[in-house]
């Protein structure tokens, strides 16, 4: 059971490059989120969805984007990567529907440095 | 505003000794409230969580929870640490108006070094 598997682990990318944050659950889950982590900050919720083809802002959102075309999977895009945007970045999934207060299940992370 | 405070961003206890986390929420509702540990490089694994059915949680890995309205607290505790317990803790409460999103507010961690 593989639960939450994010690729790539790790990155580094030029500033104004772009790429996409990969996200898969295979737990069938309603719910699915992305989190950033810097130090001494805990994690900030960039975007959310509740369901295929729903999305919506987080906390902080900008420079991001994300869709949800399927159960399944939920990309984040960097469109212009910004030095700012150096963090580690998780993913996470919850089954959702009644139980708003199930708890998260998280990915290992993908540690993105922008140089 | 909603929010979680734990104290201490570093706390260091020898092997066998208690350990001791503290996290404050702020919230004018009865809170749902959870603790996560992550291990180096690693997501984050859920230790327990308080949705009010009791006020002392029991977790895994020997670790438990007490809810104190009074205090709007929710420290873990564990009576003896052991040295595979080293690793980041995170409190979190469930945002306010999400009860259909399930959305988290997270404390800023605390990590935990056990000394042999």
């Not at chain 1, 104004?16 to 889950?29: R, Y």
């Not at chain 2, 327990?48 to 977790?59: D, H, I, N, P, R």
């Amino acid at each position: 059971n593989a639960g939450v598997t994010q690729t790539p682990k790790f990155r580094i990318l030029k500033i104004g490059q772009s790429m996409t944050l990969q996200c898969a659950q295979d737990m069938n889950h309603n719910y699915m989120y992305w989190y950033r982590q810097d130090p001494g900050m805990g994690l900030k919720l960039i975007y959310y969805s509740v369901g295929a083809g729903i999305t919506d802002k987080g906390e902080v959102p900008n420079g991001y984007n994300v869709s949800r075309s399927t159960t399944e999977d939920f990309p984040l895009r960097l469109e212009l990567a910004a030095p700012s945007q150096t963090s580690v970045y998780f993913c996470a999934s919850s089954p959702g529907g009644g139980g708003s207060n199930q708890p998260q299940h998280f990915g290992d992370g993908t540690r993105l440095s922008i140089l | 505003a909603q929010s979680v405070t734990q104290l201490g961003s570093h706390v260091s206890v020898s092997e066998g000794a208690l350990v001791l986390l503290r996290c404050n929420y702020s919230s004018s509702v009865p809170p749902y409230l959870f603790w996560y540990v992550q291990y180096p490089n690693q997501g984050l694994q859920l230790l327990l969580k308080y949705t009010s059915a009791a006020t002392l949680v029991k977790g895994i890995n020997g670790f438990e929870a007490e809810f104190k309205k009074s205090e709007t607290s929710f420290h873990l505790t564990k009576p003896s640490a052991h040295m595979s317990d080293a690793a980041e803790y995170f409190c979190a409460v469930i945002r306010h108006g999400s009860s259909n999103t399930g959305k988290l507010i997270f404390g800023q961690g605390t990590t935990l070094q056990v000394k042999p």
